[in-house]
């Protein structure tokens, strides 16, 4: 007859891939049942998008079946980690948040926020999309809902949502057709009040579309909440690359972890033939992630379904969710928050310095 403890020895020799450390010492099996040779357990993720969980689920069952276990029935659950710098700043439930940049515009970037965003709320988590680019938001367009939000009995503004994301954008606030013509303090008052004065309830991660370049809004963002790590967005010509180490400098100026660059519009595939033209190039963000000795997130193909679903305000990740591209989109997304995880796991645990920039996550994978 298997006992709990039995169970528990095994797995404490199954480490979470991402984490070097046991399953059992992390707190991650829950509702150990024992019913004559099945097993049934709970799993508890860092992370609903984990990229790694087959991985697990094959090692766990392995452990329990050497010890005669004829079958084992696993469940899931997640537990995000929270950037405990967050709520020491600001009173807002958010355990992560997530800057999405460019060093120029016209590379993408929105389209890569709106779909990480989707692809992560998706795979089972809670997240908010704050449109930070007060001059230009494109995040109502692309997600399809143009409404002015609601206050609750706080006064407080009551985010819109739309594919499973709460939003939002100066975009829900003022007319399509007027322009907002601000200086910088108008600028940081606006940035300040979608982090403080927005109901965003309890999110697991709070992605930040930024403006193009490196100005007001991203400084006085890093300076208003503790931002958990940036992704850059780039294309693959020489001209955007060459801003691409602007972003990057930007954030490692600000100590934000850089969690990755992303190529998008990297190929074009023709659909009647198959036949692949790298239009902008190909490969220079790779390279240049390389250099600087940051992380490689992924391709995103250049697609007309990608851009017809940001135009029709439905993303390419809920309007054709199996799609390769969108399949793309959710890797990106799990790799990103794989490595929130890890970041937030070794702050938590002292591993690394109060205040200080928190290292680089190499995936090897």
């Given at each position: 007859m298997l006992?709990?403890?039995?169970?528990?020895?095994?797995?404490?020799?199954v480490d979470e891939p991402?984490?070097?450390?046991?399953?059992?010492?992390?707190?991650?099996?829950?509702?150990?049942?024992?019913?004559?040779d099945t097993v049934n357990l709970t799993i508890v993720l860092t992370t609903p998008a984990c990229p790694l969980r087959s991985q697990i689920e094959t090692e766990a069952k392995a452990a329990i079946a050497a010890l005669g276990a004829k079958q084992v029935n696993i469940k899931w659950d997640a537990n995000v980690p929270s950037d405990q710098r967050i709520s020491g700043r600001l009173n807002i439930p958010v355990k992560s948040t997530l800057a999405v940049a460019s060093g120029?515009?016209?590379?993408?970037?929105?389209?890569?926020?709106?779909?990480?965003?989707?692809?992560?709320?998706?795979?089972?988590?809670?997240?908010?999309?704050?449109?930070?680019?007060?001059?230009?938001?494109?995040?109502?367009?692309?997600?399809?809902?143009?409404?002015?939000?609601?206050?609750?009995?706080?006064?407080?503004?009551?985010?819109?949502?739309?594919?499973?994301?709460k939003l939002m954008s100066m975009g829900f606030l003022v007319p399509p057709e007027q322009a907002v013509i601000w200086r910088g303090p108008m600028l940081h008052s606006a940035i300040r009040q979608f982090l403080s004065d927005v109901d965003w309830g309890n999110l697991d991660y709070l992605v930040i579309d930024?403006?193009?370049?490196?100005?007001?809004?991203?400084?006085?963002?890093?300076?208003s909440v503790p931002?958990?790590?940036?992704?850059?967005?780039?294309?693959?010509?020489?001209?955007?690359?060459?801003?691409?180490?602007?972003?990057?400098?930007m954030f490692q100026k600000l100590e934000v972890p850089v969690l990755g660059?992303?190529?998008?519009?990297?190929?074009?595939?023709?659909?009647?033939?198959?036949?692949?033209?790298?239009?902008?190039?190909?490969?220079?963000?790779?390279?240049?992630?390389?250099?600087?000795?940051?992380?490689?997130?992924g391709e995103i193909p250049l697609d007309v379904a990608i851009r017809i679903g940001g135009d029709n305000g439905t993303p390419i990740t809920a309007a054709q969710p199996n799609?390769?591209?969108?399949?793309?989109?959710?890797?990106?997304?799990?790799?990103?928050?794989?490595?929130?995880?890890?970041?937030?796991?070794?702050?938590?645990?002292?591993?690394?310095?109060?205040?200080?920039?928190?290292?680089?996550?190499?995936?090897?994978?």
């Amino acid at each position: 007859m298997l006992t709990e403890q039995q169970i528990l020895n095994a797995l404490s020799q199954v480490d979470e891939p991402e984490l070097h450390r046991d399953l059992v010492s992390l707190k991650m099996i829950r509702d150990i049942k024992i019913q004559n040779d099945t097993v049934n357990l709970t799993i508890v993720l860092t992370t609903p998008a984990c990229p790694l969980r087959s991985q697990i689920e094959t090692e766990a069952k392995a452990a329990i079946a050497a010890l005669g276990a004829k079958q084992v029935n696993i469940k899931w659950d997640a537990n995000v980690p929270s950037d405990q710098r967050i709520s020491g700043r600001l009173n807002i439930p958010v355990k992560s948040t997530l800057a999405v940049a460019s060093g120029k515009g016209g590379v993408g970037k929105t389209t890569v926020s709106v779909n990480l965003a989707v692809a992560l709320a998706q795979m089972g988590a809670q997240v908010g999309l704050m449109d930070a680019d007060i001059y230009g938001p494109n995040i109502p367009i692309m997600m399809g809902i143009n409404e002015p939000p609601r206050a609750n009995k706080d006064q407080r503004i009551i985010p819109l949502e739309a594919h499973g994301v709460k939003l939002m954008s100066m975009g829900f606030l003022v007319p399509p057709e007027q322009a907002v013509i601000w200086r910088g303090p108008m600028l940081h008052s606006a940035i300040r009040q979608f982090l403080s004065d927005v109901d965003w309830g309890n999110l697991d991660y709070l992605v930040i579309d930024l403006p193009p370049g490196t100005g007001d809004a991203q400084l006085t963002l890093a300076q208003s909440v503790p931002l958990t790590g940036g992704v850059v967005v780039a294309t693959p010509q020489d001209v955007a690359l060459a801003d691409v180490v602007k972003g990057i400098a930007m954030f490692q100026k600000l100590e934000v972890p850089v969690l990755g660059v992303v190529e998008n519009m990297s190929y074009f595939l023709c659909p009647h033939c198959g036949e692949r033209t790298d239009i902008f190039a190909h490969g220079g963000a790779q390279k240049m992630a390389e250099k600087y000795g940051v992380p490689f997130l992924g391709e995103i193909p250049l697609d007309v379904a990608i851009r017809i679903g940001g135009d029709n305000g439905t993303p390419i990740t809920a309007a054709q969710p199996n799609s390769a591209y969108a399949q793309a989109f959710k890797q990106i997304a799990q790799q990103v928050a794989a490595q929130v995880s890890v970041m937030n796991v070794q702050a938590a645990q002292g591993e690394l310095i109060a205040g200080a920039s928190i290292p680089i996550i190499q995936r090897s994978r």
